[in-house]
């Protein structure tokens, strides 16, 4: 009973019934150097601020969506379908 | 107890709470006491002659009724066994049982009081420079302490739970305070149409109302009348508003984020969502500092008038009234008014307020009005029998003095703004000089403030201020209304000081803090206000602050001689009010998975245990017995636990191909294969098998525990990525049965038509067909190592199912087997369970999985992590083992190398077919050779046990595919 | 308790955080002499993750590099009173750590095991015997999740973790370090590949070396000196209740069902469990949160019922993919140290990991009971797993 997050599908809904992914990375290629996958396996902005970020609707439709969330104060600012062009 | 003291309340009046008509009878410390109906425990306890209601924390202190509210801790009690209940706020119910806490043998004569003698020998911060050399001092001096703490005590058994409920709300406006502020503002919500939900603490609405006997001339719409009158009005008004919800009696203690109040009324517990939401919390009144300022006699104003006119009480026969403001003459006009000698009112304020009508009534009534005096000492030991006032200068006592007997000193150190809720929400607060007091500046969105909560004082303003509030808050604007009052009343500073040695000013009530302990903290270096609460404990008792926040922030500026705004505030946490944990916790329980067989198991005496939150038979007897069987006959085993999801479309088998260190692609279909999830660095996910339906449908299993962490995988990986996969989540669609063993075949020929032939369905293959006369999904896999079969039926036939294939079974002694046997027969096959024989940084590479991955794939999730552990080439290696001895390690016994621990046991068991002990040890890469000698410590013993790479049982897999 | 200074523009160390890891460094900097040390804070002295930590000691930790690590910081622990000469109140009273599941029975036996072979006491125990420690522990066996058995860790205990960083600050005090509350770093200065100091908002104060000690801020710091680091930041949640009488003096943990337990001395219970299921800096509580504790709290000591919440609150806590912390310097960045990664179990760890890092950066040279914890772990898959013991001790 956080904070609400809008689902594209479900609407508004509490926090706790997502599960969050984490903030967005961009996966390297095949055969891009190790530096770049050991950043993507472990390293992470861990922003203070906006952070583009994972999360899923795991008690909704079951679908994964990208919100932008201050992490300072929780406040949602968009939400979308990943791969569709945000708002 | 004597006498209910019946006459010696007061006559009937509109205000009164109380029922004559409905007396009630409970228990104090195993006496009888009468009441009333709206009577508190605490209203009829004072009205049967209990003065003091507590013991204090720390010094055993006699403490009595102050706030009269619920908000200080001076009348903990322990009601039906339950502890640190605020009698003052909890109704007098028929044959409720009160006992004292925290005195022995009663709370008139409590032997620990002798610890307020040795309040000298404990200044503030006593036990940091104390009791730690030699170091074994505080090991005994530790338990000492401890027994001395802690208030009420916890009931050893404990009562039914099933009296807590939980209840969920959804409002457009909730408002919170039934004041006049909070009524107008759910008025105002309600006129525009709006669900408002409107929450008290009190019995009733009305707020302070409820008990003002002032009267008003006409404010903000509402006809002149008495305070009391203007309050029925307004929730007469309200109640009959058909858009409004009143919760009554009923405690908001916490604002959460997204505009969700946390509320607690009585046994039931209320979440409570709302778009915006209207504070109109009101204003806790303050006490005064000087010495013994805690003996019982001790009143806030509000209580005494809460005691007059709710309770019809005449709280006492002589009372000095200290006043920093207006709301003192009005308590000493009551108390006169109620019978109550009023010795002297003395006022902080330099000059006899002549405009004010209570005033001058007081004066035509003989009562002497002192200007620029404060108290500066009650007299008494277990009860106020006099009072010393002294002249004020500049807000500070001088040596001139005069004393006044009484037994009721009654304070009135003006008002705080109740803010918490507020505060929790993200709300700025500033001082305000002319008021003296912090009040919101800045408001969150969605959140609304009215009324005595923004400093504002006086009906007038309540009201119009709730109205506006009310309104903008059902607009739904953004844009919080919020002002700051723009007249304040004339008040010096709060805090009288007077330190004389050997005094005692409380500052803190609930933790014995005295202004003397807080100046010497400060003067200790504790100059900021967290610190200093820290180190002193001031305001980290039960009333959290609200009845001594604003003195130590006084005490504070005058100490360090800074302005208040300086001095800061410590952090306003939820909850408001302690909220018991078993209302939080309602009638919730932990839920139980059970699969579609569970009755059969529960009957045939199955041993059931936990896996994830599924209830799985652990066995049914003997394990070893069922593991014979499974090798020499048949056993069934209920697999239903077993994660099932359909992944279909026409990208399906490259989508798995990411997924998978293996590949599915080229599997024909009708074929299955078994598969290992890694993430992307290369650790084990999960493992299960993969079955090809059809061209573009495959059944995959996930094990049992992580069937959604699977799915949320698979889901993550198509989303956004535009491949044509749906993934649906099946579990519990299927009944799913295991039937393994030599005689299985012959055992499951008899309810099928499919071909089980060893030429026409081998190892490794699927079919769909019947079984006993239902759908079934036929996978032959061999987990258990036995010829066998996994039977997946709509889960309302499981039971059917299991019951014909033990029928069918019965001629060739079927057995059940239960987790333990299946987890015995695969460890003597080597296969591996996630989790158990791998951790967070196990990867197939060295689990002996390596052949599952294939890097010959151009991509595949863990790839690079696998292509990179490959290179580096494993560290750890997990590996069979045989025991030397036939002594069976426990799963987590460590493998040792001359007593250090360089791996460990991962699984071990006594192997039924061999007689072996046995398992898999992750051990050092270097060890993992065949025959190598290892060792393992088994309770004190390094034992020795030799490395076996191949499964102990049917290394070349002959049975399993027989 | 401490001084107050004027801020200089460079000191041989600064220290970025003044809670009780960054206190301890510099205390034990300068007991080798180390002593021209400025420790900074946004906040009070002790006032972040410190201030919030629930303070709970024990070395039972899983692996062959957590364990030695956590059992020389208990060591210091059992006498930093008479070191510091403060009385920290250790209340070495033992813990449980309670298994209601086969798995998790595993996992405890898995953590008893190492530690009874690296020189830590713990030991597994059964339903009667944790009765007997801890009589109100629900033990009835006809239940979902029935209490299977316990690790017992009997030198673990509970420290008053304001005497903790109040003790080191005024150690760190009297041997010559400066402590700086509400000196917020807003930079850190480099040159080539050298931190050279830090930006306030009172001015840049130049430094040999910079160490970060800034638990659940160890991103943004670190990033100012851009080193990027695997921690994301979760909040940890906690509250305590009225005081109550004494009735159960030792620490009491599930982690099957997410809690843990214990009464302090002044009688409140102390009830916290693992960090939230998503990150934020935010300290906002839940009442989701409140809610799940109590009802969990409620699961493992029926008692518990009527007892009532007084105060709830939230640290944030840098979380690591391995459940392990991060010390030590940074390949290509000179002259800068981390202490961080120190997930829930920082508190424990803060005397041996002071101790440790002041050591480094007196001498140079990394100790070797920290040296597995060192940021290179994870580009070269040396990971510290301390995952499984997390699973109950994500806990504390």
Redesign the interface.
């Known amino acids: 009973?956080?904070?609400?997050l809008k689902c594209p599908n479900c609407g508004e809904r509490?926090?706790?019934e997502?599960?969050?992914?984490?903030?967005e990375t961009d996966?390297?290629q095949?055969g891009d150097p190790?530096?770049d996958?050991?950043?993507?396996?472990?390293?992470?902005?861990?922003a203070?601020g906006d952070q583009r970020e994972?999360w899923?609707h795991?008690l909704g439709c079951?679908?994964?969506?990208i919100a932008v969330r201050d992490?300072?104060?929780?406040q949602v600012k968009e939400t979308y379908?990943?791969?569709?062009a945000q708002a | 107890m004597a006498a209910g003291d019946c006459e010696a309340r007061l006559g009937p009046h509109p205000t009164q709470a109380i029922d004559r008509s409905k007396p009630i009878a409970f228990r104090f410390e195993g006496e009888p006491v009468q009441a009333f109906e709206g009577d508190t425990i605490a209203s009829a306890l004072y009205a049967a002659g209990v003065r003091i209601f507590s013991r204090s924390f720390k010094y055993h202190r006699p403490r009595g009724l102050t706030c009269v509210a619920g908000r200080c801790s001076n009348c903990l009690m322990t009601v039906d066994g339950v502890p640190n209940v605020r009698v003052c706020a909890a109704p007098a119910t028929d044959g409720v049982v009160v006992s004292r806490q925290n005195a022995w043998p009663s709370l008139e004569r409590d032997l620990l009081s002798v610890l307020d003698r040795f309040g000298w020998a404990m200044p503030v911060g006593f036990y940091y420079k104390s009791l730690y050399r030699p170091r074994l001092l505080w090991k005994i001096a530790s338990p000492i302490i401890r027994r001395v703490a802690g208030i009420g005590a916890v009931a050893a058994e404990a009562p039914s739970v099933a009296r807590y409920t939980h209840r969920n709300l959804h409002a457009e406006v909730a408002v919170v305070g039934g004041g006049a502020a909070g009524m107008s503002a759910a008025l105002a919500a309600s006129d525009a149409g709006v669900r408002v939900v409107l929450i008290d603490d009190e019995p009733a609405l009305g707020g302070s109302l409820r008990y003002d006997l002032r009267s008003y001339p006409e404010a903000a719409g509402q006809p002149a009348a008495h305070g009391y009158e203007t309050a029925n009005d307004l929730a007469g008004a309200v109640q009959s508003s058909p858009n409004v919800e009143v919760l009554t009696g009923a405690t908001a203690f916490g604002l959460y984020e997204g505009n969700l109040l946390g509320i607690r009324r009585g046994s039931e517990f209320v979440k409570l969502r709302a778009k915006s939401i209207v504070a109109a919390t009101g204003a806790y009144e303050q006490p005064l500092l000087y010495d013994r300022n805690d003996l019982p006699g001790t009143f806030l104003s509000s209580g005494l008038r809460r005691l007059m006119h709710l309770h019809r009480l005449r709280p006492g026969g002589a009372a000095l009234v200290a006043a920093t403001n207006d709301e003192g003459y009005h308590a000493a006009l009551d108390l006169v008014n109620s019978g109550v000698q009023v010795v002297a009112l003395v006022d902080s304020r330099p000059r006899f307020p002549h405009d004010l009508d209570a005033a001058k009534e007081l004066q035509t009534r003989g009562v002497l009005v002192l200007p620029s005096h404060g108290v500066v000492r009650a007299e008494g030991t277990k009860r106020v029998a006099g009072a010393a006032v002294s002249r004020l200068t500049e807000g500070r006592p001088t040596t001139e003095e005069r004393e006044f007997d009484c037994d009721l000193i009654c304070l009135s150190g003006g008002f705080t703004p109740a803010g918490a809720l507020l505060a929790q929400a993200g709300a700025a607060f500033g001082f305000n000089a002319a008021l003296g007091e912090s009040v919101p500046v800045k408001l969150p969105p969605g959140v609304f403030a009215a009324g005595s909560v923004t400093g504002a004082s006086g009906l007038d303003d309540a009201l119009r201020q709730g109205r506006e509030a009310g309104a903008a808050a059902a607009e739904g604007g953004a844009l919080s209304f919020f002002r700051p009052p723009e007249t304040a009343p004339a008040r010096v500073d709060a805090a009288p000081l007077a330190e004389a040695p050997g005094s005692r000013g409380f500052v803190c009530l609930c933790e014995d803090i005295t202004s003397k302990d807080v100046v010497t903290a400060i003067r200790e270096g504790f100059t900021d206000i967290q610190t200093l609460k820290r180190y002193s404990t001031v305001t980290m008792g039960p009333c959290q602050g609200k009845m001594c926040h604003r003195a130590l922030v006084s005490l504070c500026a005058l100490e360090m001689r800074q302005p208040p705004d300086a001095v800061g505030a410590t952090t306003q946490r939820p909850p408001l009010q302690p909220v018991p944990l078993g209302a939080l916790a309602g009638a919730a329980y932990l839920p139980i998975k059970r699969t579609p067989m569970d009755r059969r198991h529960r009957a045939a005496g199955a041993r059931m245990v936990d896996v994830g939150p599924w209830q799985r038979p652990h066995s049914y007897g003997s394990p070893r017995d069922e593991c014979l069987a499974v090798r020499n006959r048949v056993g069934i085993i209920d697999v239903s636990t077993l994660g099932k999801l359909d992944v279909a479309g026409a990208d399906a088998p490259a989508f798995l191909d990411r997924m998978y260190t293996h590949k599915f692609s080229t599997l024909r279909p009708g074929r299955t294969r078994y598969g290992i999830l890694c993430t992307d660095s290369g650790s084990i996910l999960d493992d299960g098998t993969v079955t090809r339906l059809r061209e573009d449908r495959y059944f995959v299993t996930t094990s049992t525990t992580n069937v959604d962490t699977v799915e949320d995988w698979f889901r993550w990986w198509l989303a956004g990525a535009r491949w044509r996969v749906y993934v649906t989540n099946v579990t519990s669609a299927y009944a799913s049965i295991n039937v393994a063993g030599p005689r299985a075949r012959e055992t499951l020929a008899k309810l099928t038509d499919v071909d089980i032939s060893r030429r026409a369905f081998k190892y490794m293959r699927s079919a769909e067909g019947n079984v006993a006369g239902v759908p079934c999904l036929f996978l032959r896999v061999g987990f258990v190592g036995e010829t066998g079969w996994e039977l997946h039926v709509p889960a309302q036939y499981g039971e059917h199912v299991w019951d014909a294939l033990l029928e069918a079974g019965e001629e060739f002694g079927i057995a059940k087997f239960g987790v333990e046997a299946q987890r015995i027969l695969r460890l003597e096959k080597k296969h591996i369970i996630p989790g158990q024989d791998t951790d967070l940084v196990s990867n197939p590479l060295d689990s002996g999985s390596a052949w599952t991955v294939r890097f010959d794939k151009e991509d595949f999730i863990g790839r690079e992590g696998l292509a990179a552990a490959r290179e580096r080439g494993a560290r750890e290696l997990l590996v069979g083992f045989v025991m030397q001895e036939r002594v069976v390690p426990s799963d987590g016994n460590a493998v040792t190398v001359g007593g250090f621990p360089v791996g460990r046991v991962t699984s071990a068991r006594l192997s039924p077919t061999t007689g072996q002990a046995f398992g898999l040890a992750r051990v050092p890469a270097e060890l993992a050779q065949e025959g190598q000698e290892i060792h393992i410590h088994v309770e004190g013993r390094d034992l020795p046990a030799a490395v076996r790479l191949e499964p102990l049982y049917d290394p070349k897999g002959e049975r399993l595919r027989a | 308790m401490w001084r107050q200074h004027p801020l200089r523009d460079s000191y041989d160390v600064v220290i970025v955080g003044a809670g009780v890891h960054g206190l301890s460094t510099a205390y034990y900097l300068a007991k080798q002499g180390v002593t021209d040390v400025a420790v900074l804070d946004k906040g009070y002295v002790g006032g972040g993750a410190s201030a919030r930590s629930t303070a709970i000691v024990r070395a039972n930790y899983l692996t062959v590099e957590g364990i030695p690590f956590f059992r020389e910081s208990l060591k210091l622990y059992e006498s930093l009173a008479l070191e510091l000469d403060f009385n920290i109140m250790f209340n070495q009273t033992g813990r449980l750590d309670v298994g209601h599941a086969e798995s998790t029975v595993y996992a405890l036996r898995q953590r008893v095991e190492l530690n009874k072979l690296l020189g830590v006491d713990s030991r597994l125990v059964g339903p009667e015997e944790i009765k007997e420690l801890v009589p109100v522990i629900d033990l009835r066996q006809d239940k979902h999740l029935p209490v299977m058995a316990a690790l017992y860790h009997p030198p673990a205990g509970t420290v008053r973790h304001d005497a903790v960083v109040w003790g080191y600050a005024r150690g760190a005090d009297g041997l010559g370090v400066e402590i700086h509350p509400f000196t917020g770093v807003t930079g850190v200065l480099r040159a080539g590949d050298r931190v050279t100091g830090v930006e306030t908002a009172k001015g840049p104060v130049r430094a040999g070396t910079v160490v970060s000690a800034t638990a659940g801020w160890s991103s943004i710091i670190s990033g100012m000196a851009g080193v990027e680091l695997p921690i994301v930041t979760y909040p940890l949640q906690a509250f305590v209740t009225e005081p109550l009488k004494p009735f159960m003096d030792k620490v009491i943990s599930s982690g099957n069902l997410h809690v843990y337990i214990y009464q302090t001395d002044r009688g409140e219970l102390v009830i916290g469990g693992p960090v939230d299921h998503y990150p934020t800096y935010s300290h906002r509580s839940t009442l989701n949160m409140l809610e799940e504790l109590a009802r969990f709290a409620v699961e493992l000591v029926p008692s518990l019922r009527d007892v009532k919440v007084m105060r709830q609150w939230t640290g944030i806590c840098d979380m690591t993919p391995d459940y392990a912390p991060i010390m030590g310097e940074v390949d290509g960045v000179r002259g800068f140290v981390l202490n961080a990664g120190w997930g829930t179990w920082g508190f424990k760890a803060a005397p041996i990991a002071g101790k440790s890092i002041a050591a480094l950066v007196a001498t140079g040279k990394t100790p070797d009971l920290i040296e597995p914890f060192g940021l290179f772990r994870f580009a070269e898959d040396r990971l510290v797993n301390e995952r499984a013991a997390a699973i109950a001790a994500a806990l504390h």
């Open positions: 009973m956080g904070f609400l509490t926090v706790y997502y599960r969050s992914g984490g903030e996966r390297p095949p190790a530096q996958w050991t950043r993507y396996f472990y390293l992470r902005r861990n203070a994972w899923y795991a079951r679908r994964w969506l992490t300072v104060t929780n379908w990943p791969g569709e």
